[in-house]
């Protein structure tokens, strides 16, 4: 594999996603789209600065406000699945969380929706969106289990926390033939795929998740 580090990044940051890449690479991420956007992307600056030492290895980290940073494995695999049938014009994100999901979508996609019912945590990330010079991301606040009704209907969905079942709101704003990436599950989580075709929505699991849940109506 060979993954060529964006200007934006340069220095040890730099070299430090493109080695994450790599491992990535070496458990089984082969989209080069992905591997690259994670290679450009400065982990870093997504994590409490008490923890920036850990922020290239392969996990996840808290974040404050109860919530973490996903393993970048993971989110790796959902940003891999979710344009495995081809790239979408834009992306739905449910949970924005740290900005690093949103990051990762935002080189892949022309535009990004993402949904954050933490304000401070949205305020955050909105910052380091801008530091890497990223502007083709539109944030709401507002509740997850709502989605994003009058941008809809979306492509490609991605969910970033585990509600228990799967969100209604979120399948009507499915567009026909698109493509829904959740974790489901409480004690137990299952990352899932769904598809619609017409009224009929197809589920395919991937594999056990850990996720903070989706929390409903809590927006703070």
């Known amino acids: 594999m060979n993954v060529r580090v964006g200007s934006r990044i340069g220095g040890k940051s730099g070299r430090s996603g493109e080695i994450l890449a790599q491992k990535l690479h070496a458990e089984g ?67 924005t969380g740290s900005g690093y999901q949103t990051a990762i979508l935002a080189q892949l996609t022309d535009k990004v929706f993402s949904v954050e019912r933490i304000k401070a945590l949205q305020w955050q990330a909105k910052r380091r969106l801008q530091a890497m010079d990223l502007h083709n991301v539109s944030m709401k606040h507002g509740d997850g289990w709502k989605g994003w009704q009058s941008k809809a209907p979306f492509k490609a969905i991605i969910v970033t926390a585990a509600p228990n079942v799967v969100p209604q709101a979120l399948l009507d704003q499915l567009e026909d033939g698109g493509r829904l990436i959740i974790p489901v599950g409480e004690q137990t989580q299952i990352l899932k795929i769904i598809t619609r075709e017409g009224d009929t929505f197809n589920e395919q699991q991937v594999e056990a998740v850990r996720f903070v849940p989706l929390v409903p109506g809590a927006v703070t």
Do not use: C, W
Request: cysteine-free.
């Open 29 to 95: 991420i082969v989209n080069q789209n992905v591997l690259q956007a994670v290679a450009r992307t400065p982990r870093h600056i997504f994590v409490p600065e008490i923890l920036a030492h850990k922020a290239y290895d392969n996990t996840a980290l808290p974040i404050g406000q109860g919530q973490t940073i996903s393993q970048p494995y993971i989110v790796a695999k959902m940003s891999e699945l979710l344009i495995a049938d081809g790239i979408p014009d834009s992306i739905l994100e449910i949970g």
